[in-house]
């Protein structure tokens, strides 16, 4: 027959797992509350007048990126609309040829 010890859990190092896990967390959190965090120094005119020069300076040249961007992308896409037209004006001329041809010989365009 087998011991009956080994088959019990050890209650004792369970409990001790979980009280020693339970204090670090509790020391973790009076640590954070001892340690002061730095104090946020008020803005002067100054720094605030210097945040305001950058940012207008980031906002232009956003303007110019955006404008160089919207520039790109007009021809891009005028020249993809110009192609995209003859296209359309090929395939309807060979539709109405094949439409003039269709009736000349008495068949519907669909070849049936």
Avoid: W
Avoid at 39 to 47: H, K, N
């Amino acid at each position: 027959m087998s011991k009956s010890s080994l088959q019990r859990a050890d209650g004792c190092s369970v409990f001790f797992s979980l009280l020693v896990a339970t204090v670090l967390v509790f020391a973790f959190f009076i640590l954070r509350q001892c340690v002061s965090d730095e104090e946020i120094s008020p803005v002067d005119s100054r720094t605030a007048n210097e945040r305001k020069h950058k940012v207008a300076e980031h906002l232009s040249e956003e303007g110019n990126y955006t404008e160089r961007i919207d520039k790109a992308h007009i021809e891009a896409n005028s020249s993809l609309e110009s192609v995209m037209q003859k296209i359309v004006n090929e395939y309807s001329s060979h539709e109405a040829l094949k439409s003039v041809e269709a009736n000349k010989t008495g068949v519907e365009g669909n070849g049936k």
